[in-house]
């Protein structure tokens, strides 16, 4: 007797499911109440577990944590945790920011290089891209940080450029800049004004190039354009900043430290060979093919023009090549941010290094990752931001 | 004039080639020099080094660790199973799709003459000796006991490093000289039968289909095979292998249902899985890994269900939930390289939504991605290398562990343990590559242009 209602019960579910209006609001609020439930649930033990209680930050750090190159970004023993934790961001930068300047630097080279028809060159750079592409980041790393720079020389042996560099199991010591006046801040104003000048000057001047077919140099006129502000206002204020030199000093207690300049800890310089390498193999990979994907008509035409090998590479293919290069870089460069976290392994103060000691400490973990996460969504929207300014600015328009 | 040409010789050829390539203008000239200067003299430090520097008794002496670290060695038949399975798949498919036998024999060829006859009749161990000592001091007459180590080479004709890599080769899961043996004879037969036998029916979906699902079978038997031993005793190599590839064999499932997620109709499907993908690239793997580590009641009961499971499980969760966002990604590009055709076509067929998928969009979009698919699995197998910095005992974990704990033995053999575990990691990842290549080829996927 119950056959028929749940007959008709049935055919009128099917009725519902099958039409479309329906079956989307079933689908969409059961699986919409099932995330949203998730994150409830994620909320709510998040809540239990005192997420908002951010009284940990202002207490001290507790331990200096001195393996930054620039001694500002040093994490002092009393240091209040948040801002321990805004200098490992800071380090985070300052290996990830030189990294993706000397990978890049290296792999348009080897990517130019695999591609010249120099059969001998083109292998040795292929050879290159194979060994560091398959390598573990983190073994490149290591292999620098534990069994390359154990060799180095002691401290008192007083290895290097005497005056100018001097390398040693401690680290490097290297020429920096200092404060010699409290006006610095107004020249790297001033310097700032200078780049913009520069290129204003040297845009002018292409632009005449381009209109009269006179050729007027725009790059060595930004160049110099950059370098009158900077020389003028270095000494209009005074001297502003000045150069250190490292020098190894012997206290009456016998112990040998380095004095003047500053000292690349060893952490940071495996960190920064290691993504350079690794990166620069990516990249290598990254301009060969957006240099393969340039019609070969594009360097006939510019050799029919009598351009040098040199001019045609990077007057007619680079700039098209940059084109299919940046969304690609764009990628790794976000990728070499997330993996310079490798560098904690090696002691180097980056962000979770920093933030790990905090956990061990606190046992703050939802927070303190938390702000990782955040540090790492940010810093990849500027990487972002920034290559898609330039990926807007060179395309065909 | 050229009445009398020159016969053809491969010198002269070769010769010919030369100054058509490396010397044909001064500047190329300039750099073929210099190439092979610094070419020699690097190949000249790394030979010096190799057989006359360095020291490979520590390498040696720990092979077994380097590739399954503390597993109970009568247990190790269960991994040797694994390995021969996967020698019989591996040289089956090598026979019936590639096919290029001369390159093949000879290289398993110089291997088996490398391990069969240069280790043989060598042996290599550490001799301890207790000692007892007396020490005189202040009229005190005290006696001081241990015990000494010392390194001893029984050596056949063959050179160190050469024996050391003989040895490195054959016995890396402590087998002995004969299943080394049987595993390159199986190596050299299972490729003659899959070439003369199997490649007859190489057109044919049947063999293609079981060769794969004895591929993809593979994993979860010799994860199988590991039950009654304890996770432990996993460690080195065969960890690092277990976690690529019980993380990648989950991640492209999980992978594939997020990518089909993000084009799904249902716009609360779509929004969570942007929203996964989205959050789980955002922040680095290795931070991934450590808040699994640290996790412990912080997220309520289910993230005390989880950290109540074994570090190793954990780990392999976060491979394949973290590789599953990225290959979703890359399926999703399969997806959207699909012509509006085909979705229409199969509609026309009046196909149902599930049938649209399996049969007609599917293989296509994932075998345009398979390149690209196994170039993620060669970051998941690099990132494996990340366990050394979450105390797992990895490969890389294994060899700082060697170098801490043997140095009376070997005095600073840094540069050649990390040679070697360079070569373990490169090994597998180089094999990848050339794989993800072939595929390339075979496919012909990026041969649009």
Redesign the interface.
């Known amino acids: 007797m119950l056959a028929r209602p749940l007959a008709v019960a049935v055919a009128i579910g099917a009725g519902i499911w099958f039409r479309n209006r329906y079956r989307?609001l079933v689908?969409?609020?059961?699986?919409?109440g099932f995330?949203a439930a998730f994150v409830f649930?994620?909320a709510?033990?998040?809540y239990?577990?005192d997420f908002f209680d951010f009284d940990f930050l202002v207490e001290p750090y507790g331990s200096p944590d001195r393996s930054s190159i620039f001694p500002g970004l040093n994490v002092e023993a009393g240091d209040p945790r948040w801002q321990a934790i805004l200098k490992g961001a800071g380090n985070t930068l300052s290996v990830v920011v030189f990294a993706i300047a000397v990978s890049t630097f290296l792999g348009l080279l080897i990517g130019v290089a695999r591609l010249?028809?120099?059969?001998?060159?083109s292998r040795?750079a292929k050879l290159y891209v194979?060994?560091f592409?398959?390598?573990?980041?983190?073994?490149i790393m290591?292999?620098f940080a534990?069994?390359m720079f154990?060799e180095l020389p002691q401290i008192q042996d007083r290895a290097g450029l005497n005056g100018v560099l001097f390398v040693s199991n401690r680290g490097m010591a290297v020429p920096w800049v200092e404060a010699g006046n409290g006006l610095w801040p107004l020249w790297l104003i001033a310097l700032a004004i200078g780049i913009v000048a520069g290129v204003i000057v040297r845009s002018r001047r292409m632009k005449q190039e381009n209109d009269t077919g006179q050729s007027t140099h725009p790059n060595a006129w930004g160049g110099a354009t950059f370098a009158a502000v900077a020389a003028v206002s270095y000494f209009a204020l005074l001297l502003p900043v000045r150069i250190t030199l490292p020098e190894v000093v012997q206290a009456a207690s016998g112990f040998y430290s380095y004095a003047g300049g500053n000292v690349l800890k060893l952490g940071y310089v495996s960190a920064l060979i290691a993504l350079s390498l690794y990166f620069s193999a990516f990249i290598a990979e990254i301009v060969r093919g957006s240099i393969q994907?340039i019609s070969r008509g594009q360097s006939e035409a510019a050799a029919a023009l009598g351009l040098s090998a040199y001019q045609q590479l990077t007057l007619i293919i680079l700039p098209q090549a940059l084109r299919i290069m940046i969304p690609a870089l764009n990628n790794e460069y976000q990728n070499a941010n997330?993996?310079s976290?490798?560098a904690?392994?090696i002691a180097y103060g980056e962000i979770?290094l920093i933030s790990?000691r905090i956990?061990n400490n606190e046992g703050s973990?939802?927070q303190t990752?938390f702000f990782?996460?955040v540090v790492?969504?940010l810093t990849?929207l500027v990487i972002s931001f920034i290559m898609n300014t330039i990926n807007r600015n060179v395309q065909v328009k | 004039m050229s009445a009398v040409t020159a016969p053809y010789s491969p010198v002269a050829q070769r010769i010919e080639w030369a100054q058509a390539?490396?010397f044909n203008s001064k500047l190329?000239s300039l750099?073929?020099v210099v190439?092979?200067a610094v070419?020699l003299l690097i190949a000249f430090l790394v030979a010096k080094f190799v057989l006359f520097d360095a020291n490979w008794a520590l390498v040696s002496l720990n092979r077994r660790l380097f590739f399954v670290g503390g597993y109970p060695g009568e247990e190790v038949y269960r991994i040797w199973i694994a390995v021969f399975a996967a020698a019989v798949l591996a040289s089956v498919s090598y026979g019936i799709w590639v096919g290029r036998m001369r390159p093949y024999v000879i290289t398993v060829g110089i291997i088996a003459v490398i391990v069969l006859t240069f280790g043989l009749g060598t042996n290599l161990y550490i001799e301890e000796t207790p000692f007892t000592q007396e020490i005189t001091s202040g009229g005190q007459t005290s006696t001081i006991s241990g015990i000494d180590r010392e390194l001893v080479w029984e050596q056949g004709w063959a050179p160190r490093w050469l024996y050391a890599f003989s040895l490195g080769l054959a016995l890396p899961f402590g087998g002995t000289w004969l299943i080394m043996a049987a595993l390159l004879a199986l190596l050299v037969l299972g490729a003659l039968f899959g070439k003369h036998v199997l490649s007859r029916w190489k057109s044919s979906p049947v063999l293609l289909q079981s060769v794969g699902a004895a591929w993809v079978l593979l994993v979860p038997a010799a994860v199988l095979l590991q039950i009654g031993v304890s996770i432990n005793s996993w460690g080195s190599a065969f960890l690092d292998i277990l976690i690529f590839a019980v993380g990648g064999f989950f991640s492209f499932f999980i992978g594939l249902v997020l990518a089909l997620g993000r084009i799904s109709?249902?716009?609360?499907?779509r929004?969570?899985s942007v929203?996964y993908i989205e959050v789980v690239r955002?922040?680095?793997?290795?931070?991934w890994l450590?808040?699994a580590t640290?996790?412990?009641?912080?997220?309520?009961p289910?993230?005390e269900a989880f950290s109540s499971i074994s570090l190793v499980y954990r780990v392999m969760i976060v491979f394949a939930f973290f590789g599953g966002a990225y290959i979703a990604e890359v399926i999703r590009g399969g997806l959207q390289a699909i012509p509006r055709g085909q979705y229409e076509a199969s509609n026309a067929l009046a196909l149902s939504s599930l049938q649209k998928y399996v049969f007609i969009i599917l293989p296509q979009a994932i075998k345009a991605v398979i390149p690209a698919i196994i170039g993620r699995f060669?970051a998941l197998w690099?990132?494996?290398?990340?366990l050394?910095?979450i105390s797992l005992i990895n490969t890389?974990e294994q060899?700082?562990k060697i170098?801490a704990g043997q140095t009376d033995i070997a005095d600073?053999a840094?540069?050649e343990?990390?040679i070697v575990?360079?070569l373990i990691?490169?090994s597998v990842?180089?094999i990848l590559?050339r794989l993800g290549g072939a595929a390339e080829k075979r496919l012909g996927v990026g041969e649009r242009?």
């Open positions: 989307h689908i969409n609020v059961a699986v919409g995330a649930y994620i709510s033990s998040v239990a577990a010249t028809p120099n059969p001998l060159l040795v194979e060994l592409r398959n390598l573990p980041l983190l073994l290591f292999f534990f069994a154990r994907a997330k993996d976290t490798l904690h392994a979770v790990n956990v973990l939802l990752y990782i996460f790492f969504v990849n | 390539n490396l190329n750099v073929s190439t092979i070419g109709p249902y716009r609360a499907v929004f969570v929203g955002a922040a680095p793997l290795l931070v450590l808040f640290f996790l412990k009641d912080e997220l309520g289910l993230g060669i690099k990132d494996t290398a990340l050394a910095a890389l060899a700082k170098l600073g840094f540069f343990i990390y575990v360079g990691y490169w990842s180089y590559s242009r």
